[in-house]
Every structure is written in C-alpha cells, then in structure tokens.
C-alpha cells in the first residue's frame, strides 16, 4: 500500500469518528428490538412479517419499488464514475481531483436542499432530483469531451447527496415508528439490489454495444420508471393527508 492509499484511509477514518462523535453526544436510541430478535431465525422470521405488512400498506411498498429504480441510477453513477473517467483519458489525480469536486460541490447543495425541504413538500424536491439525474444520464450518453465528465462531476455532486437525504426522510415518514429498525434492514436491502442490478445491466450493455456512452444511456430508463412509481406512493400519501 502506497503512503498516498494509507494517508486516505487515515483521514476517511478521522472525517467518520469526528462526525459520529456528535451523534454519540446526542442521539438517543428511542425504539429498541425485543430480546427475542438477536437469533438470526427470529431475524428472518421478522422480515418476513415486515414484507407482509408491506402488502397493505401501499404507499411504503410503492416507493421501494420506485426507490429501487432511482436509486439503481444514482448508485450505479456513483459506483462507476471512475471507470467512466478513465475512458475519456482522465489519469489518477484527474479522478481523484473530479471526485473532490463532486463533494465539494455536494456539500452546499445540501445545505440549500435542506432549506428547500423546510418550505417545499418533500415530494416535489425528490421528484426534482430524479429529473435532474434523469438529465445527467442523458447527458452522459452523449459525452466524448473531458471538459464535459467535469460538468457532469459538479451536477452529480448537486443532488448526490440530497436525492438520498431525502429518500430517507420521506421513508421514516411513512413507516411505523416503532417499526423504523425492520423498515429501513427492507430498505437498504432494495438500495444494494439496486446496485447491483444496475451495474451489471450497464456492463452488459457497454460489452454488447461496444460503447460505455451507450451503457450509461441506459440508465436513463431506471429514471422514469422510479418518477412513475413515486408519483403513484406520493399520490397516495397526500389524499391520507387530505381525509
């Protein structure tokens, strides 16, 4: 491991203890699992219950199946930004250097988003930001510059970290509170099928077509669908709020 390598590791691990050490301080664990969940069968058992709930409760199951198809995009994006670098001839400090833009890039857009979303309904903002990446996807299929990676790594970083923040927020919304823990173990669950369902297709399409723009274009279809199925979860959640 080169000094470079252990020097990154060291500060991602110093950035991770300095953020978590206000958590620690303040957090305060409301909800708790009963003794019963800690063997794995009653894990499973549990699960299962929570994926039957999830048959009468509509809106939850609508927005995982829609969170699935977005967020396949988003990770897959995020997952494959170097590879997609490299093809247009950017060398390691060019990687390194357009990833420390998308953060930076990240971080004030967060800052706005979560300002928005104290006066804008969460559903508008989410649906922003799947059209935003529906865009990025769409215009990554016709990159040959890298002037124009360097674009996409500033609007990538825009809404990166928002389209997720929000994600979550939305979902905590629309569960059982005491039931947060078994939700979010389903909801993670879609989060890394997503990505993986959305890194092979890309693959496979960058293999057949011979070209990765092509590859990446195809991700502008996951975009839609998860507009679609959100639309139908966030319909459903504002005529509950009208009765």
Known sequence: MTAASVLGCAITAVWWLAWSIPLWKSYEQIHFASAGMHSMREGFRNLGSIFEELRSSRKALWFLISFFFFIDGVYTIIDMATSYGTSLGLDTV?????LLVTQI???????VFGRLSRKIRAERL???CILAYFAVTVYAAFMTQLYQFWILAVVVGMFQGSIQSLSRSYFA???PQEKSGEYFGIYDIFGKGASFAGTMVVGLVTQ??????????????MFPL???????????KMKIFSE
């Open 105 to 111: 890039a990240a971080f004030p857009s967060a800052l």
């Open 226 to 236: 998860g507009l679609v199925f959100f639309a139908v979860s966030a319909k459903m």
């Open 208 to 221: 057949i077509s011979g070209s990765q723009n092509i590859g990446v274009g195809v991700l502008s279809v």
């Open 94 to 98: 060019g990687l390194l250097a357009a």
């Open 173 to 175: 919304k629309i569960i």
């Open 126 to 128: 989410i649906a922003v």
